[in-house]
C-alpha cells in the first residue's frame, strides 16, 4: 500500500513533504536576522518599540509617568499590538514584545498565505515556496506592522472559513464576523482584505465555470459586518486625530512614486540588487501565465488586478493612513501568488523548482543579515551620543536631507524614505527622555501625552533639518509645530546623517558627543546650558 500511495503522489504530481519542509524552513530562516539584530532598519520600529516599552508597564514609573498615561478609550481598533504589549509585556518586556511584533509582521503574512493556497488547491503547490522569498518588501520595512500581521491572520481566517464552509456552513457565517472583528483590532485594512479574500474565492464558480458575484458578495458581507460593528463601536474610531505629516502627504502622488509603490513587492532596500532578479522572475511567471502553462484561479486574479490597479490610480495617502498604494501593491501580489494553480508535473521537476525558490530565499535573508548588521552601527551610534542624557529630558531630532540619494548606504534607505527617521525613538526606553513624535494618533494608539508636552508632541512626524531650526516659516510649524519655540522647550538637539555631511546649526548649540552618524548637541540659553540639568562629560 505505501509503494502504491507513493506511485499515486507521483503521478498526480504531488511533492509529497518536501513543499511543506522547505516551506517551513524558510520561515524559520527568515527569523534570524530578527533574532540576530536588536533594530533593524525598518523604518517605524524604533517608533512601535518605545511604545510598546510604555506599555508593557514603564509608563507608570517616573518620569514617564509624568509625560504620558495609558488611556484605553482612545482606542480599541489598530491597538492589537499595544493589548499584547500590556498583557505579556510584564513578563517578557517591552522590547521583547517589540521583537515578538517584528518577528510575527514577516511570517505571518507568507505564512498565512501558504496555507490559504494549500487550502484551496488540496495540496502544496510548489509556488508557496515564492512566498518566503517575497517576504522582504516595502510595506514590512516601512515598519506596518499592525497591518502585516493583520494580513497574516487573515490569510489564515480564509483557510479556516473554505474549511468550515465544507465541513460545518451553519457556523461559517458568526465565525467569519467574529475572526473579522478581531482583525479590525489588530488593522482595519487587514479586516477588509480578509472580507476581499472570502468574496474572491466564491467569485467564479469552478463547477459551472461562471462568475458569481452574488455569492461573493454573500461570502464577504459576514467580514464586513463584523469589521463595521467594531468601527461603530470604537470610542474614538481612527482618523478623528489627524497626523501631523499627513496634510504633506499629496493623496494623489507622481507617476515616480506609483511605480516605486509597484515595484515595492520585490524590494526591500536597494531596486537593483533585489528588484531587478525577482521583476524578472515575476516576468517569467506572468508569462506562464498569459501562455496557460501556469493556472490562476480567476476569483483571486480579479481581486489582485482591484487591487493593483486601485494602488496605481487610487489615492496614495487616506486622511492620516500614508502609504495606501505601498500598501495595496503588497497585498496584490500575495493575492496574486496565492492565486496560482501550477499544473501536475512529475516529482522532480516540482522539487527542482521548490528547491531553487527555497534556496532564493535563503540568499536574499543572508544579505538581509549583512545588510542589517551594518545598520545596527548606527543604532548604536544613536546609544552612544545619548549617553549621560538625564531622564525626563526634551530632545529634538533633526537630519540633513541626503545631497545625494544613491550614495547613501543600502542600510539606510527604505522604500523610497530614509530607514533611520525613527532612531531619536530609542531615547524613551534607553534614556527614559522626551521626543516629539511617537505614536500617540487617537482612535489608533492608546497613549496620551500629559500637558505641558503634549504642546510640544505630535502623534506622528517626520525628521526636520536642521535648517528648519533657524527657518521656522509657517510651512514648516505645520508638520513640526514644536519649532516653534524649540530653545526654550528643549534640552538637546539629536543631529542624525550627520557623517553624510552635516548642515549648519544655530550658534545657541553647544556639541556634547559627536558619535559619527549621530551627533548630541545641548542647547544654550543665555550662554549657558538649559534648565540645570546635569552635565554631561565628552
Not at 344 to 353: D, I, K, N, P
Request: net charge positive; glycine share 8%.
Amino acid at each position: 500500500m505505501a509503494v502504491a500511495t507513493e506511485r499515486s503522489a507521483a503521478a498526480e504530481g504531488r511533492p509529497g513533504i518536501l513543499v511543506p519542509a522547505l516551506l517551513l524552513f524558510a520561515l524559520a530562516a527568515l527569523l534570524v536576522p530578527v533574532a540576530l539584530v536588536r533594530i533593524p532598519p525598518v523604518l517605524d520600529y524604533p517608533n512601535h518599540m518605545a511604545r510598546l516599552w510604555l506599555v508593557a508597564g514603564n509608563i507608570a514609573v517616573p518620569p514617564m509617568s509624568e509625560i504620558y498615561a495609558l488611556d484605553w478609550s482612545r482606542a480599541v481598533v489598530n491597538s492589537g499590538m499595544d493589548m499584547v504589549a500590556w498583557l505579556i509585556g510584564p513578563l517578557l518586556g517591552g522590547e521583547m514584545v517589540a521583537r515578538l511584533m517584528l518577528g510575527l509582521s514577516l511570517v505571518l503574512p507568507p505564512a498565512g498565505a501558504a496555507v490559504l493556497a494549500r487550502t484551496m488547491s488540496g495540496r502544496w503547490p510548489w509556488t508557496v515556496l515564492l512566498l518566503p522569498l517575497l517576504a522582504w518588501n516595502q510595506v514590512f520595512t516601512a515598519g506596518f506592522l499592525s497591518l502585516q500581521i493583520g494580513i497574516g491572520l487573515a490569510c489564515f481566517a480564509a483557510s479556516g472559513a473554505i474549511v468550515l464552509q465544507r465541513r460545518a456552513p451553519r457556523s461559517l457565517v458568526p465565525a467569519c464576523a467574529t475572526a473579522a472583528a478581531l482583525i479590525t483590532v489588530m488593522h482595519p485594512i487587514a479586516a477588509v482584505f480578509l472580507a476581499g479574500l472570502l468574496g474572491a474565492e466564491r467569485l467564479w464558480d469552478d463547477r459551472r465555470h461562471h462568475w458569481d458575484i452574488r455569492g461573493a458578495v454573500r461570502a464577504a458581507a459576514p467580514a464586513a459586518l463584523g469589521t463595521l460593528i467594531v468601527l461603530l463601536l470604537s470610542p474614538v474610531p481612527p482618523g478623528q486625530e489627524s497626523a501631523s505629516t499627513s496634510w504633506i502627504m499629496p493623496a494623489y502622488a507622481g507617476l515616480a512614486s506609483r511605480a516605486f509603490a509597484l515595484i515595492g513587492p520585490f524590494f526591500s532596500h536597494s531596486v537593483v540588487t533585489e528588484g531587478i532578479p525577482l521583476l524578472g522572475l515575476a516576468l517569467l511567471l506572468g508569462y506562464a501565465v498569459i501562455r496557460s502553462q501556469i493556472g490562476l484561479h480567476r476569483g483571486y486574479a480579479a481581486a489582485a488586478t482591484v487591487l493593483a490597479a486601485t494602488a496605481a490610480l487610487g489615492p496614495a495617502n487616506l486622511g492620516d493612513t500614508g502609504s495606501l498604494d505601498i500598501r495595496l501593491a503588497g497585498m496584490a501580489v500575495l493575492v496574486f501568488v496565492v492565486g496560482l494553480r501550477p499544473p501536475a508535473v512529475s516529482r522532480r521537476v516540482q522539487a527542482g523548482l521548490a528547491s531553487a525558490l527555497f534556496a532564493a530565499t535563503l540568499v536574499r535573508t543572508v544579505w538581509i543579515v549583512d545588510l542589517w548588521y551594518q545598520a545596527e552601527h548606527d543604532a548604536d551610534a544613536v546609544r552612544i551620543a545619548l549617553t549621560g542624557v538625564p531622564a525626563g529630558a526634551a530632545i529634538l531630532p533633526v537630519g540633513p536631507r541626503p545631497i545625494d540619494w544613491n550614495a547613501i548606504p543600502a542600510w539606510r534607505r527604505s522604500t523610497v524614505t530614509v530607514a533611520y527617521g525613527n532612531l531619536p525613538l530609542l531615547a524613551i526606553p534607553e534614556r527614559q527622555a522626551f521626543v516629539p513624535w511617537l505614536f500617540t494618533g487617537a482612535g489608533k494608539q492608546p497613549i496620551r501625552v500629559l500637558p505641558p508636552w503634549n504642546e510640544i508632541a505630535v502623534p506622528d512626524g517626520l525628521l526636520p533639518e536642521p535648517r528648519h531650526l533657524s527657518d521656522r516659516s509657517a510651512t514648516v510649524l505645520r508638520f513640526a509645530p514644536y519649532l516653534a519655540d524649540w530653545p526654550n522647550r528643549f534640552d538637546y538637539v539629536l543631529v542624525l546623517n550627520a557623517d553624510q555631511g552635516a548642515d549648519p546649526l544655530p550658534s545657541n548649540l553647544q556639541l556634547v558627543r559627536d558619535a559619527g552618524f549621530a551627533q548630541l548637541w545641548r542647547v544654550l540659553r543665555d550662554g549657558v546650558p538649559t534648565a540645570s540639568r546635569p552635565a554631561i562629560g565628552n
